[in-house]
């Protein structure tokens, strides 16, 4: 029989679970639900089910990258128990960054990844075995996560807050913001008080202000330019922590990078272009997952892998 790895990458808003061959072939790709456990509570039943059809694979190794893994206590056991529950195999549970950092890097020398989805959070390693991890970030929409979708969206609410008030003026971005959710003035407190998944919802406005910015929205403009400014900053206090000089090395990852303006903000406040990730973040978790089953994940797999991906 084949054997396979099996890598996993979620977040707040979603899972993608792959199973590859030795051969960096893709064999299963399927893409989820996110299992964040502070949102959803069915996060670990939602996991077992994920698990059954690549379960049924000859898997050497599976890695897992989850969020909020390694960040709580409690919650990092549970997700290792039910990791170590679903699979057959040697598994390894990492935070869902560390892995969007591997495919980025995949090995080569130190750098900084920046992770800007739902979330976000720095992490940077000079690469090197043994070598420290560094996180920057990531302390969740309550105090943290400057410069998320979830972040970004957060600032639309309040620019049209504001403005439906007469306290400041984004006319464009309110009436932008009103006809995307089909909402009336009256009914944008009780859309946002009454959601579900309030964070995963409120990420998912990120997309309108990036096409309201392209389309030259000055407002939106101005969300997107902070939030550049607030992800530059991770990367530079990680850089600096790793105890090196000069610009920092950096890719990314994340649903925010999908508007090109992003990754020149954060490049003009660095001084470095980004690094063009080498796999992405689910890549990094069967990179990993290569390694842990003994493999030689080469030059030439890791082509093979980015290009079936």
Same mark, same amino acid.
């Given at each position: /029989?084949? =054997?396979?790895?099996?890598?996993?990458?979620?977040?707040?808003?979603?899972?993608?679970?792959?199973? #590859? =061959?030795?051969?960096?072939?893709? %064999?299963?790709?399927?893409?989820?639900?996110?299992?964040? *456990?502070?949102?959803? *509570? &069915?996060?670990?039943? &939602?996991?077992?089910?994920? /698990? &059954?059809? $690549?379960?049924?694979? $000859?898997?050497?190794?599976?890695?897992?990258?989850? $969020?909020?893994?390694?960040? %709580?206590?409690?919650?990092?056991? #549970?997700?290792?128990?039910?990791?170590? &529950? #679903?699979? *057959?195999? *040697?598994?390894?549970?990492?935070?869902?960054?560390?892995?969007?950092? =591997?495919?980025?890097? #995949?090995?080569?020398?130190a750098g900084v990844l920046i992770l800007a989805g739902t979330g976000s959070m720095a992490w940077a390693s000079r690469n090197e075995p043994g070598a420290e991890q560094v996180r920057v970030g990531g302390w969740g929409d309550v105090f943290g996560d400057e410069g998320s979708a979830y972040w970004i969206g957060c600032q639309a609410l309040i620019l049209a807050s504001r403005s439906l008030d007469g306290r400041d003026a984004y006319p464009a971005l309110t009436r932008a913001l009103l006809d995307h959710l089909g909402l009336a003035a009256e009914q944008l407190a009780g859309w946002v008080y009454g959601l579900a998944n309030r964070r995963a919802e409120i990420a998912a406005l990120a997309e309108g202000v990036s096409a309201w910015a392209m389309a030259g929205d000055p407002a939106a403009i101005r969300v997107l330019d902070e939030a550049a400014a607030h992800l530059a900053e991770h990367i530079t206090a990680a850089w600096s922590r790793l105890g090196l000089s000069g610009p920092a090395t950096w890719s990314y990852a994340g649903g925010v990078f999908a508007n090109p303006q992003m990754i020149d903000g954060i490049s003009r406040r660095i001084g470095r272009a980004a690094c063009t990730p080498r796999l992405p973040p689910i890549g990094g978790a069967l990179w990993r997952a290569a390694h842990l089953a003994g493999w030689n994940p080469d030059q030439h797999w890791i082509e093979q892998l980015s290009h079936n991906l």
């Open positions: /029989m084949i =054997d396979c790895v099996l890598g996993l990458d979620s977040g707040g808003s979603k899972t993608r679970v792959a199973v #590859a =061959d030795r051969q960096g072939r893709v %064999l299963h790709l399927e893409v989820a639900a996110g299992l964040d *456990p502070t949102a959803n *509570p &069915q996060w670990s039943a &939602q996991l077992h089910a994920l /698990m &059954q059809v $690549p379960a049924k694979w $000859p898997l050497a190794a599976a890695v897992l990258g989850l $969020p909020l893994h390694g960040e %709580l206590a409690e919650c990092s056991i #549970a997700q290792r128990d039910a990791a170590q &529950q #679903a699979l *057959p195999c *040697p598994v390894v549970v990492e935070n869902d960054v560390r892995i969007a950092f =591997d495919g980025a890097f #995949a090995g080569q020398g």
